[in-house]
């Protein structure tokens, strides 16, 4: 029977029990992908339980600092322009996400427990996206404005146009993950969102904000931020186990041609990250200029590749110490009122 197959075996059939080790994150023929246990990926439903450990939702968090700042004239119009931008990216990024997880990755998970967590995954998505409705909303801004960045700020297209290719490949009906290449193309859609849009683009995006809240400005969102970086620290650490797995399981797929092709995936996003810091900091402001952005995204890069077992290629110094601080928030704290001191003193914790 085949995994994707939602119909049911005969009755009584003790024999086709399920044996755990034949449980495959794709092209699994084995074993019925409605039995979720017992498990064989433990870190598939750690990261679930984790995901639902870290609840959260957005109108929790109170808006009435960033209104009344928002509103005065205390933000220079660059501080706005960044502002608006990263709002621009996130606001349909994370449906881009959520769309991806849902259309075209989920299908051809054979694996009950990943799936679980992609379940799980894709709420969170939704959730973001809310997020980022409940901020432009609080702040008066133009919803049909910031809702369609993603077609009118070039730096958010480029970003985008180059994730959608990835989902449209794996939707087109002749995708299917029988063939080498076809596991490779899969491979390909989960670095370019696992990796890079959740991996790079989003932790350039959260500096951004994250930069503000550690100068007690716009905390309201500098929260929101805290809880979606936490949110995608499981994200990215789930898309790296299921890269790693799915490597392991289909030997021969990750050959040389195959990472020098990541490399130049990798290559690609870091440039048009920076094009996008350029774009909301074309002067600069305080504690943040593109120059900046190019060491973060580059340091950030070289960490990703090493979760993938790459060498690293930029070797690029992170300007963000503070950053590895921000990962760490405790559900009920206002990081930015309890732990500034700490906070600026930059830390080693690992957050992704
Ligand atoms: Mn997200
Ligand atoms: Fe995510």
Redesign the pocket.
């Known amino acids: 029977m085949s995994c994707c197959s939602i119909g049911k075996k005969n009755l009584y059939d003790l024999s086709e029990r399920m044996n755990v080790e034949d449980k495959r994150i794709i092209n699994c023929n084995a074993v019925d992908v409605n039995q979720l246990m017992p498990l064989k990926y433990q870190w598939a439903w750690e990261h679930y339980l984790n995901g639902c450990a870290n609840h959260w939702m957005p109108n929790e968090v109170g808006m009435g600092a960033d209104i009344e700042l928002w509103k005065s004239n205390a933000l220079s119009e660059d501080e706005r322009l960044v502002i608006l931008r990263n709002l621009g990216f996130f606001a349909t990024g994370?449906s881009l996400?959520g769309n991806n997880l849902v259309l075209a990755i989920f299908k051809h998970i054979t694996n009950a427990e990943c799936r679980q967590y992609i379940l799980r995954?894709a709420f969170?998505?939704a959730i973001?996206t809310h997020t980022f409705h409940y901020v432009v909303e609080s702040l008066g801004l133009d919803e049909r404005e910031i809702f369609n960045m993603y077609n009118e700020v070039p730096s958010i297209a480029a970003k985008d146009n180059f994730e959608m290719k990835y989902t449209a490949a794996i939707m087109d009906e002749n995708f299917s993950t029988d063939s080498e290449d076809g596991v490779r193309e899969f491979m390909r859609n989960l670095i370019a969102f696992y990796v890079i849009m959740?991996g790079i683009f989003?932790y350039s995006g959260f500096a951004m904000i994250l930069s503000f809240g550690r100068q007690n400005r716009m905390v309201g969102i500098g929260e929101q931020f805290q809880y979606i970086l936490r949110?995608?620290t499981i994200?990215l650490n789930f898309g790296i186990d299921l890269i790693n797995t799915l490597r392991s399981e289909n030997p021969g797929v990750w050959n040389a041609q195959f990472e020098t092709e990541v490399y130049a995936m990798i290559d690609e996003a870091v440039e048009l990250e920076i094009a996008y810091a350029e774009d909301c900091l074309p002067n600069g402001i305080l504690g943040l200029n593109a120059n900046l952005f190019r060491s973060y995204v580059q340091y950030i890069a070289d960490r990703r590749l090493e979760r993938i077992s790459l060498e690293k290629k930029y070797h690029a110094k992170n300007p963000f110490g503070w950053m590895s601080e921000a990962i760490d928030l405790p559900k009920e704290k206002n990081f930015f009122e309890t732990r500034v001191t700490e906070y600026q003193s930059g830390g080693s914790l690992d957050w992704g």
Do not use: A
């Open positions: 994370e996400v995954q969170e998505e973001h959740e989003f949110d995608e994200h």
